[in-house]
């Protein structure tokens, strides 16, 4: 399933990028470029980096 789909990034290309150190969206659209469009995405990107690394969302909470 796509995630971002201004830059057709796949959700198993953003969890790659979440496993390989991106820990906000900044990073993962550095890595794979997804975010970088119209921004709908954003929340989906989030959601992610929250579910491959809990720790760093109840540490920003």
Do not use: F, K, N, W
């Amino acid at each position: 399933m796509y995630v971002c789909i201004c830059a057709r990034v796949r959700e198993c290309e953003v969890r790659s990028a979440i496993q390989r150190g991106a820990r906000c969206e900044d990073s993962v659209g550095d890595a794979c470029g997804a975010g970088t469009g119209c921004g709908s995405c954003l929340d989906r990107i989030a959601d992610l980096i929250d579910e491959e690394h809990p720790a760093l969302a109840t540490a920003a909470a």
